[in-house]
């Protein structure tokens, strides 16, 4: 769920405070690890020993705690508000940076775990919160290196500590903006018929269950149905191809008479229906003769022929014909099978 327009925390709770508590547990065995090895390698060159009370008093507990920290975030991940995956992983840079602080150390292995919450961030969090993560782990990277090293070795770390973190922003940042895109186009996909680009069934259903469902409005919800008159027929005769530019045809003279909020939807084989949210009985049974009107005043044309097209259309309103969504399809079939069984190519309205 989104948690408002703020764009600071994630869009899945779940998913971002789970990754947050394998941050904390990632980051835990990164600092202890790093801490041993970075010691053992000083040993083996002779320029260090291994200082266990420092090891047993502050890194191991520090580490340890922040391990437990992310198996409690992992438990309780489906309790947890969404600002907790904001506060995850600032709390993972303000871990680290104590545990720098008390060991006195801002060598690479310590550095890197710093990474950790940058990539979280832009993996899993909006723009806003992203950008906060970003600045707060420079600033914490900067603080560090100027506070326990030399001057030349905290220029040099630090320079090249905010090029890394820039640029592991900046990539995973593009990475996810191709994986919504990638996303954004598969949902479009299954929202929109791929022949006649009209919007499939389930939308037009989950538009109109909220607007009877909701707060009504003034001028209530019209709900059009079109049945093209004898397609099998022009499909047999005429071929597929004709078929499908007959129904791409309809389509577009469905849009060329309604407003661009109406919802034009394929429910059917060669069976339209079109949403007018705000419209009166009135207003939509003008529509829908501007569309009969449309038909029989432009045919198909496929190259030198010309394809006359028509269709039966009935008209149903809530709340002037009916008061449930069910109520209204029915509403409108009376409609549609009326104007079937006087002719077709006409405009029927429920009894």
Sequence with gaps: ???GSTGWTTT???RATRAAGFLFMLGGVVLLGSTILEKLLGVARGDAVIDLSLLLTVVVPVALAVIGAGVLLQLFARRMPAVGALIGPLAAIALVVALDILTNDATAGAQAALLLPVVYAAAYL????MILVIATTIVALL???VALQSATGAYHDSFFDVAIIILCGVSVTRARRHRERGLDELRRRADIDPLTGAHLRHILDGALQRLVEGSPSHDGVALILVDADHFKTVNDREGH????AALRHVVTVLRHNVRPSDIVSR???DEFAVLLPDCTRRSATARAEGVLADLRAAPLVLGDRRIALSASVGVAHCPDDAET???LYHAADRGLYRAKREGR???GLPA
């Design 1 to 3: 769920m989104r948690t």
């Design 12 to 14: 899945d709770p779940l």
């Design 267 to 269: 429910i059917g084989g």
């Design 345 to 347: 190519n006409r405009l």
């Design 241 to 244: 191809v004709a078929g499908d």
């Design 126 to 129: 909006e723009r806003n919160g």
């Design 143 to 145: 603080g560090v290196s």
């Design 325 to 327: 969504v069910e109520d």
